[in-house]
């Protein structure tokens, strides 16, 4: 028999899958084979902050005030210092937006220049109460026992002192009458007292928050390994226990401006030529019903700047705590 020819041969085809029905490639869902980066806590923090419109308010008007505190120049072309006596309490004008004081002095030109000494006065406090009260919060708080007692005990005392009184005897008793003391020996003393009535608070969040974090594993871990007593608390205490002094220093640049303002309004802070909301709204009582702009418009703005503040530390305190998400 004679072989088959190769014409003969038929090769078979494969079988064909109907479409749709054969194994086809699923893309992954978003997200997946992506390792997201763990966030800290301020990361957290600054995620939440950024959805909130009371933070994005408060913090524009605060940048607008210390603007106004570093370059008035950029707000204002007056002189807040000179004026003319003809011009004496004119109105609100085109030419004067916020009016003339008794002096003939622009109010508008001094309202941005007296930013400067409140904002500066408020700060420096802040930064000397968070000093002491912070470093002596971290030492009663780890070497507790009678550490803790005496310290404790020392800012019970100054807990104990009325604040405005406080401030009015350690102002009067510095600057009292017949002193030649300075503008910027003045405006030392302001802060002082300030820092000596407000670092007991700091104190006492501090040595709580340390209380609450010096038994935690990492620390008994740090403190097993050998580390130093500075180590522990520069590395591992202090980065875990500045969350509440951070929202607490926030309200209290509001709260010192607020202090400025009244200490000045008293007479017994800051004074002229110094320029500050508190002495323009001094200066204004007088003439309360013949020219309220005079009193209004620093009022007005000694106001925004204190609670701009005080809706920051508001919001920074809602977004540090887990409780109040």
Not at 27 to 38: F, I, L, N
Not at 196 to 208: E, H, K, N
Not at 258 to 263: C, D, H, K, W
Request: aromatic share 10%; hydrophobic share 50%; with cysteine.
């Amino acid at each position: 028999m004679s072989e088959p020819s190769s014409a003969s041969v038929v090769s078979t085809p494969r079988a064909e899958q109907p479409a749709g029905t054969g194994p086809t490639a699923i893309p992954d869902p978003p997200g997946v084979g992506k390792q997201e980066k763990p966030r800290s806590l301020l990361g957290d923090a600054w995620l939440d902050l950024r959805r909130k419109p009371l933070f994005w308010i408060s913090a524009t008007f605060i940048v607008i005030f210390v603007l106004m505190a570093i370059v008035p120049q950029l707000f204002s072309s007056g002189d807040p210092y000179n004026g003319a006596l003809s011009r004496s309490r004119v109105e609100p004008s085109g030419d004067a937006w916020f009016g003339y004081d008794v002096q003939g002095r622009d109010v508008y030109a001094r309202v941005v220049y007296g930013a400067r000494a409140s904002i500066l006065v408020s700060l420096l406090s802040v930064i000397g109460t968070m000093l002491i009260g912070g470093t002596m919060g971290i030492v009663a708080g780890y070497k507790g026992g009678w550490v803790d007692a005496l310290l404790s005990r020392v800012a019970d005392i100054f807990f104990g002192l009325p604040f405005v009184l406080g401030a009015i005897v350690i102002l009067t008793t510095f600057n009292g009458a017949g002193s030649d003391n300075g503008a910027w020996q003045i405006m030392a003393l302001v802060i002082m007292s300030l820092v000596v009535l407000g670092w007991p608070v700091v104190m006492r969040l501090m040595r709580s928050s340390v209380l609450a974090t010096k038994e935690a594993d990492y620390i008994v871990a740090a403190r097993a390994m050998g580390a130093s007593t500075g180590r522990i608390i520069l590395k591992h205490l202090l980065p875990n226990c500045l969350a509440p002094l951070l929202v607490y220093a926030t309200i209290m640049v509001g709260s010192f401006i607020g202090a400025e303002a009244t200490l000045s309004f008293l007479g017994i802070g800051l004074k002229s030529p110094v320029v500050s909301w508190g002495i323009m709204i001094s200066e204004a009582q007088n003439y309360i019903r013949v020219s309220p702009f005079l009193l209004f418009f620093p009022s007005a703005f000694l106001v925004a700047a204190v609670l701009s503040f005080v809706m920051l530390g508001e919001t920074v305190r809602e977004a540090l705590d887990p409780k109040l998400r």
